[in-house]
């Protein structure tokens, strides 16, 4: 038996990465799936971002696990697909018990050369993405709540800051922005869910070792060791963290044995914030 049987797990940015980390994770733990994803490169930042073939291979490894996975392309910007992916869910898998706002993007630009765009882009997919996806999420999660009992967790948000959500980044104020905003909103939406007893907490890892990391690079005309190296600082000698660390860290967050942990920040940094 899994820690999360009969559970519904809402994850955006799902088709690698992080995200996969995080749907795979729960699958093994008993969880059914619900993977939102982008699934096609955006104009900005120019890397690749998960494809449909990933969405479909995510959904094949968790059925091979037994679970259920209802995957849905698309964009966190937009309401409507917000709306209907959340409906989609629901509809099939019949609730929803954890939302993962996970979908981010990252890319180098001092703050006076960086375009209008460029920053609405940045805060567009990882603010206002997290709030759209919550938006509908949450409503969800406050139905299932029956006859609330104090100590009860009802329900988890977990949003992927960064410890760019703690501290300024040097090429990355729009970026920092963005994350500060996820950190923000999980402390104001833990104020507005406490009656629910829905909890909400912010993750602050340090990098991770994920493809995203391979677009930077390569934006930046170096190796994804030499981005580590020049922007971690670690206090563990690591140039950054896997994916799983973080699911596994996760798992915790989102299980009964932190049902009195809200509106608080989690830090995976590897001593990064030490120092």
């Given at each position: 038996?899994?820690?999360?049987?009969?559970?519904?797990?809402?994850?955006?940015?799902?088709?690698?990465?992080q995200?996969?980390?995080?749907?795979?994770?729960?699958?093994?733990?008993?969880a059914?799936?619900?993977?939102?994803?982008?699934?096609?490169?955006?104009?900005?930042?120019?890397?690749?971002?998960?494809?449909?073939?990933?969405?479909?291979?995510?959904?094949?490894?968790?059925?091979?696990?037994?679970?259920?996975?209802?995957t849905?392309a698309?964009?966190?910007?937009?309401?409507?697909?917000?709306?209907?992916?959340?409906?989609?869910?629901?509809?099939e898998?019949?609730?929803?018990?954890?939302l993962?706002?996970?979908?981010?993007?990252?890319?180098?630009?001092?703050?006076?050369e960086?375009t209008?765009?460029?920053?609405?882009?940045?805060?567009?997919v990882n603010?206002?993405?997290?709030?759209?996806?919550a938006?509908?999420?949450?409503?969800v999660?406050k139905?299932?709540?029956k006859?609330?009992?104090?100590?009860?967790?009802?329900?988890?948000?977990?949003n992927?800051?960064?410890?760019?959500?703690?501290?300024?980044?040097?090429r990355?104020?729009?970026?920092?922005?963005s994350?500060?905003?996820?950190t923000?909103?999980?402390?104001?939406?833990?104020?507005?869910?406490?009656?629910?007893?829905?909890?909400?907490?912010?993750i602050?890892?340090?990098?991770?070792?994920?493809?995203?990391?391979?677009?930077?690079?390569?934006?930046?005309g170096?190796?994804?060791?030499?981005?580590a190296?020049?922007?971690?600082?670690?206090?563990?000698?690591?140039?950054?963290?896997?994916?799983?660390?973080?699911?596994?860290?996760?798992?915790?967050?989102?299980?009964?044995?932190?049902?009195?942990?809200?509106?608080?920040?989690y830090?995976?940094?590897?001593g990064?914030?030490?120092?």
């Amino acid at each position: 038996m899994g820690e999360f049987n009969n559970k519904v797990v809402y994850i955006t940015g799902a088709a690698k990465g992080q995200g996969r980390a995080f749907a795979l994770a729960f699958a093994r733990e008993g969880a059914d799936v619900i993977a939102f994803d982008l699934a096609q490169k955006m104009s900005y930042p120019a890397y690749n971002e998960g494809s449909s073939a990933e969405l479909d291979s995510l959904k094949a490894e968790i059925e091979a696990l037994g679970r259920r996975c209802v995957t849905f392309a698309g964009d966190v910007r937009k309401e409507a697909d917000c709306k209907a992916a959340v409906e989609k869910g629901v509809k099939e898998l019949g609730r929803i018990d954890i939302l993962i706002n996970n979908a981010g993007i990252c890319a180098y630009a001092f703050a006076d050369e960086m375009t209008e765009d460029e920053w609405d882009t940045m805060m567009d997919v990882n603010a206002k993405g997290a709030w759209l996806t919550a938006k509908y999420v949450i409503p969800v999660m406050k139905s299932q709540v029956k006859n609330y009992v104090k100590g009860e967790s009802n329900g988890v948000i977990i949003n992927n800051s960064s410890v760019g959500g703690l501290r300024g980044m040097r090429r990355l104020s729009h970026y920092a922005a963005s994350k500060w905003a996820m950190t923000g909103m999980t402390k104001s939406w833990a104020l507005e869910l406490a009656p629910w007893g829905i909890r909400c907490i912010s993750i602050h890892p340090t990098g991770v070792n994920t493809p995203l990391n391979d677009g930077i690079a390569a934006m930046e005309g170096k190796t994804p060791e030499e981005i580590a190296e020049a922007s971690a600082g670690n206090l563990i000698p690591v140039p950054w963290i896997e994916p799983e660390d973080v699911a596994e860290s996760v798992l915790f967050l989102c299980s009964d044995k932190a049902k009195y942990v809200t509106g608080s920040q989690y830090v995976l940094d590897a001593g990064l914030l030490t120092v």
